[in-house]
């Protein structure tokens, strides 16, 4: 016997802190999670153990958290549990790679193409084509199976999907003739069980495998009812060659197991389609760089990953870079961005002794900081951890299959046993004579009936369009809380800056005590434009924009954190904080009033002089995107809640809130406190979060819905399920008529699934349906899903698949 | 300090006018350029000393465009 590998040898956890300190935390991947029913299944199961307090698992993500009472539990013996209920458990930390998931697709669609040829060859021996339904059929369910195989080779060019495709045709029209020979009827049913039995335990096998884990979970899955019917197909063809009547149809049986899987192959493949398209969109939008420190060591300057940093080292930083790790300023003075790690708009003026937070970006000086903190402790490993924590705890969303499927699924084992029972009785009570036969041909047929094989294909469908029509718009919906859940939420949270504004500053108001405000522009920009302060580009927009000129400047002097004397051919102009005027001598007065009133309303103010004299104020602060204020009416008039969340302080949130008329603000919030927020919102209504930045990330994961701009930090983008490539706020109401469109489409497709099947099934519970009806059933249904999920847009769903198997690097796009 | 008014010709589209931006931006001088294709317009804002508007307009008419100075204040 082979020695079996256990958890202890191999750590497949990771540890997070827990909320108590008498408690221990672990997160590990799950394998294996086949249905959103799943997600409740471990739940109770590991909830069950003792000394386990917390269980969280996310079906999106295959993730669990796990919070135990070390004493009691070891984490070895929990993920055992996790096992014995047949799900793999993977290392947490091991990121998932870009070929594995092309090798998947690339299985899956060879498993459907075996799959639907033998589908072919069962409906070409099976088909009798006498009359005019009997030919039309099985030449309808042929041309469609045909149809996918063109589909699947599509990818693969347009002359090896053309070719393949006829190839198959030709196969199937090849076994016409053989039909005469008289060996024929006897040989047929031989066949259709031999393709049968590869199909269901061969090429099938992962289904089966999947069908028995999620019974032993004690779940009714899609899974477990596609099993249901092969089987009953299987069945009944035994029961024809026991029985062996010519006009039993024995082949008939086993063909309808062939189709059922031939369909369940092709729905997971659609689903592994709509998967991987959209992993593959969200990696382009990631900078993919490995970050790097320009780290001074022995008075070289090495180029280093972050990982190897460590604590007191010097590192460089240069102007326009992303400062790669929290420090503390040594030598330089810059002005540094932190909007998208503090929501500050305004840059900050960092010089020697002050702190700086790794993802802020450095403005124009050079910085030479020592490092303070790396992994673990920094910033941003606490805002990653963050949303880990967020992505268990984030509120799972069943999935409307599932919810069907756990109604359904009983409900067609009780009809199909009540069919044989009655038929049993009936025979019984009317000839004295139970007919088994009979009995067992009407029990077996409802479970034939009974599994609805478009289900599969209705929700990746209905999502193909969503994505379709959303991706039009700018909008990337990735996850199935964007089709699913963004329509249920009632409460909508915003981020202020870089999401409801630009992000960056702009000047907002001019006052001249002397003269003209273009001449106050011009003075200012002229000596601005020389300076590398940070609202020097701003000052410049505003001159250039109202068409001042500045005069020529002969020399300057920038006084870092204060401001700028410059001579110009119009004399000596100073540009700075009104303090740094007035300790030039310079009389304010005139202007105090006004610049404690611009204060106050969040503005930052700077005072241009010349020649001794106060020439005007201007003020700067961060401007609203120009479609915010409709977006957020519109919002409003859909019904939704709005919520301001933001770092910056309150006077600048509750001005912005009062501008674009939200609801609820809430100011001042510490990075770490959004995602808390977030769950207490999320006690009372289904949460959407709108934001771009690092301290937004936790809470987009945990919202019910987390919504990204395009331009935003990776970290935002990776941890939401909609992204707004475009960065206009328009597109939030769009993209919840495109959540409430699809879901439509997918109730729609989910009922014309069942509908065939449901009126079916009393059909064949009186016995008198063959199966060949069954396989009719299916081929209507899956057309009828076609055509309603596509209807007017058959390229959106080609786009599709052609969009995926290709490598990144080819279509990398950026929107920065 | 110069702001340059110049009409541009044979832009296609907007994207013409991006590019024409961009690339003005990054020569050392200029502080804000700005094109607009519905109006064919250029308005440069750039420093005499660092920059020569007539560098600037054969970079356009290097790009394939026709550069037509109109005024300069």
């Not at chain 1, 495709?165 to 029209?173: D, G, K, M, P, S």
């Not at chain 1, 190897?308 to 929290?326: F, K, M, S, T, Y």
């Not at chain 1, 756990?406 to 009317?430: D, K, N």
């Not at chain 2, 296609?12 to 607009?36: M, S």
Request: charged content about 20%.
């Amino acid at each position: 016997m082979s020695h079996a590998i256990t958890t202890e040898e191999l750590k497949l956890w990771s540890d997070e802190p827990a909320t108590r300190p008498d408690r221990a935390r672990i997160r590990a991947r799950i394998g294996g999670l086949h249905c959103s029913l799943c997600t409740g299944t471990i739940e109770r199961a590991l909830g069950r153990r003792p000394g386990v307090d917390k269980v969280a698992v996310s079906l999106t993500h295959e993730q669990a958290l796990i919070e135990y009472d070390p004493k009691v539990a070891r984490p070895e013996e929990l993920l055992h549990t996790l096992r014995d209920i047949g799900y793999a458990v993977s290392d947490p930390r091991k990121v998932r790679p870009f070929e594995e998931e092309e090798q998947d697709l690339v299985r899956e669609g060879r498993r459907f193409l075996v799959a639907t040829a033998f589908s072919l060859i069962a409906i070409a021996l099976i088909a009798h084509p006498t009359g005019v339904a009997a030919t039309l059929l099985p030449a309808a369910v042929i041309a469609s199976l045909l149809a996918f195989i063109f589909l699947v080779l599509r990818s693969r060019g347009l002359g090896v999907a053309i070719g393949g495709t006829l190839l198959l045709a030709a196969i199937a029209a090849s076994l016409v003739p053989l039909r005469d020979q008289s060996w024929f009827p006897t040989a047929t049913p031989w066949i259709v069980a031999g393709m049968a039995l590869i199909l269901v335990f061969g090429i099938g096998n992962h289904i089966l495998r999947m069908a028995y884990q999620a019974l032993r979970r004690g779940i009714l899955n899609q899974h477990v009812l596609l099993e249901i019917g092969a089987f009953a197909g299987i069945a009944g063809g035994v029961v024809g060659f026991i029985i062996g009547r010519s006009d039993y149809p024995t082949a008939a049986f086993f063909a309808v197991s062939v189709m059922v899987v031939t369909y369940h192959i092709f729905s997971e493949w659609l689903s592994l389609i709509v998967k991987t398209r959209s992993s593959q969109a969200v990696k382009r939008l990631l900078d993919l760089q490995p970050d790097t420190a320009r780290v001074v060591r022995d008075n070289q300057e090495l180029e280093l990953p972050i990982e190897q940093v460590a604590v007191n080292d010097l590192v460089h930083i240069r102007p326009g870079e992303r400062i790669p790790v929290d420090g503390k300023v040594m030598r330089g003075h810059s002005a540094v961005d932190q909007s998208l790690v503090t929501g500050e708009p305004i840059p900050v003026e960092k010089s020697e002794g002050d702190s700086v937070i790794g993802g802020a970006i450095n403005g124009t000086g050079m910085l030479l900081i020592k490092v303070s903190a790396v992994g673990e402790g920094s910033f941003l490993n606490k805002v990653i951890r963050e949303v880990e924590d967020a992505r268990a705890l984030k509120p799972g969303i069943l999935h409307l299959v599932d919810r069907v499927l756990r109604v359904y699924t009983p409900t067609v084992l009780i009809v199909a046993t009540l069919a044989a029972v009655a038929w049993l009785i009936g025979t019984w009570l009317v000839t004295g004579q139970m007919d088994a036969e009979r009995a067992v041909f009407a029990g077996l047929s409802v479970l034939v009936m009974g599994y609805p094989c478009a289900v599969g294909i209705s929700a990746p469908l209905s999502i193909v369009r969503g994505a379709g029509e959303a991706a039009e718009q700018g909008i990337l919906m990735r996850t199935g809380e964007a089709f699913q859940g963004y329509r249920l939420v009632t409460t909508i949270v915003l981020d202020k800056t870089g999401t409801l504004t630009e992000g960056r500053p702009a000047v907002r108001e001019i006052e001249a005590v002397e003269g003209m405000d273009e001449e106050l522009l011009a003075a200012a920009a002229a000596a601005e434009a020389s300076s590398e302060h940070p609202l020097a580009q701003a000052v410049i927009d505003a001159a250039f924009e109202r068409g001042a000129t500045p005069p020529q400047v002969r020399s300057f002097e920038a006084i870092p954190g204060k401001g700028v004397v410059a001579q110009t051919e119009r004399g000596e102009i100073l540009v700075g904080s009104p303090a740094f005027l007035a300790g030039r001598g310079i009389d304010l007065t005139s202007v105090d009033g006004r610049i404690a009133r611009l204060e106050e309303a969040g503005r930052t103010v700077i005072a241009v002089g010349r020649a001794r004299r106060i020439l005007g104020i201007i003020a700067l602060g961060d401007t609203l995107r120009a479609d915010a204020k409709d977006a957020v009416a519109a919002l409003r008039k859909a019904g939704l809640r709005t919520v301001l969340l933001t770092g910056d302080n309150e006077r600048a949130a509750r001005h912005i809130a009062t501008e674009v008329g939200i609801d609820e603000v809430h100011a001042g919030v510490l990075p770490g406190g959004k995602a808390n927020i977030i769950r207490q919102l999320q006690r009372n209504a289904r949460v959407a979060m709108v934001g771009d930045g690092i301290n937004d990330a936790p809470s987009l994961m945990q919202a019910d819905v987390g919504i990204a701009m395009g331009a935003g930090t990776d970290i935002a983008i990776e941890s939401a399920d909609i992204i707004i490539l475009s960065n206009r706020m328009a597109a939030l109401p769009i993209a919840r008529e495109i959540s409430r469109r699809s879901y439509r489409k997918m109730l729609q497709n989910v009922t014309l699934a069942f509908l065939f099947n449901g009126i079916g099934i009393p059909a064949a519970a009186t016995g008198l349906v063959y199966p060949v009806w069954a396989m009719t059933a299916m081929a209507v249904s899956v057309t009828a899903i076609f055509f309603n999920s596509l209807w007017g847009r058959p390229r959106l769903f080609i786009d599709a698949i052609l969009s995926v198997g290709r490598p990144v690097g080819d279509a990398k796009v950026r929107t920065t | 300090m110069k702001t340059l008014s110049w009409m541009i010709e044979g832009m296609h589209c907007a994207g013409c006018a991006r590019t024409i931006e961009a690339r003005l931006a990054r020569e050392p001088g200029v502080q804000r350029a700005e094109v607009a294709f519905s109006t064919r317009s250029a308005r440069i804002l750039l420093d005499p000393n660092i920059a020569a508007p007539e560098a600037l307009a054969s970079l356009i008419e290097r790009a394939g465009y026709r550069v037509i100075v109109e005024q300069q204040t």
